[in-house]
């Protein structure tokens, strides 16, 4: 399936728009916090791998926390997050159509994403009326931060409850140069 799966570099015809998670590509760690409604956090090790699927029109991440160098036999695993997302670009809207799925927490979600300036902003209302945005801020090539906020007064005011601090620990060949082309 992996060989079905993956793919080298970008779709040439939006090799360009495809960068805007391509330049993720690769294996990230670092730490999350979670900030929870009790006004308590927790904070615990993270890893996370891009790459280029389906021919390269897509991005697929996987979002481990904590990660698995640091997990152990005989702990509570209900909150771990084991997920991955899809990011799909549509050339006529000119966005990205994303989808989460981690099944360890039953969390789903699909949303759209753009860049805002230096920032890709991705946005969803969920089934209880709050805007939720995730948003990749402060990208460096070796860095990023990335955050989840909540607001439930139509964008007035947001509460962070997720964030990520992330650095490069490795990158494939095809994303240190010029895009290479998804066959073969």
Known sequence: MLSVLTARGPAEEHAQQLMVYGRFVGAW????????RDGTT???SCEVAFGWVLEGRAIQDVWIGPARRDRVAGRDTSKDMYGTTIRVYDPER???????????????????????????VQ???DEDGTDWQWV???????????????????GASWVVRNEFRLKRTSTPAARQGTPTPATG
Do not use: H
């Open 123 to 125: 946005e969803y209302r």
């Open 94 to 120: 000119d966005v990205w159509d994303i989808t989460w799925i981690d099944p360890n927490t039953q969390s789903f979600g699909r949303m759209t994403g753009r860049p805002l300036g230096d920032e890709i």
């Open 42 to 44: 927790r904070e615990e």
């Open 29 to 36: 760690e670092g730490t999350v916090v979670i900030f929870r």
């Open 136 to 154: 990749f801020t402060d990208i460096t090539p070796d860095s990023f931060r990335w955050i989840s906020r909540e607001s439930t007064d139509d």
